[in-house]
Nanobody, 122 residues
Framework: QVQLVESGGGLVQTGGSLRLSCAAS????????MGWFRQAPGKEREFVAG????????YYGDSVKGRFTISRDNAKKTVYLQMNSLKPEDTAVYYC???????????????WGAGTLVTVSS
């Protein structure tokens, strides 16, 4: 069992930056691939970024490539999402998720956090 708690969301202006954190419980954190997803009002949840258990493989959704960076610290059982050059269309609830595989589909993720709201003002 893994419990995930996100933090770091908030209100930021266009062009600004935020760093999200996701703290995990459990003793096998490094066994899980970790991902960030987001869901804007009225839209489906979409993949943002993912990282393999070892941190050696990293994946990004097309809309955030070059602006967002995912990283993980297995000693701290934490995964991060550094978000730069934020745009109003990045406004969403951001969710941390864990999976045994690196197939970044919503239905493939095994555990989810409750989410943290990011609002980008224009």
């Amino acid at each position: 069992q893994v419990q995930l708690v996100e933090s770091g969301g908030g209100l930021v202006q266009t062009g600004g930056s935020l760093r999200l954190s996701c703290a995990a419980s459990g003793r096998t954190f490094s066994s899980y691939a970790m991902g960030w997803f987001r869901q804007a009002p009225g839209k489906e949840r979409e993949f943002v970024a993912g990282v393999s258990g070892s941190g050696s493989s990293i994946y990004y959704g097309d809309s955030v490539k070059g602006r967002f960076t995912i990283s993980r610290d297995n000693a701290k059982k934490t995964v991060y999402l550094q978000m730069n050059s934020l745009k109003p269309e990045d406004t969403a609830v951001y969710y941390c998720a864990a999976s045994y595989s690196t197939r970044w589909y919503v239905n493939n993720m095994d555990y989810w956090g409750a989410g943290t709201l990011v609002t980008v003002s224009s």
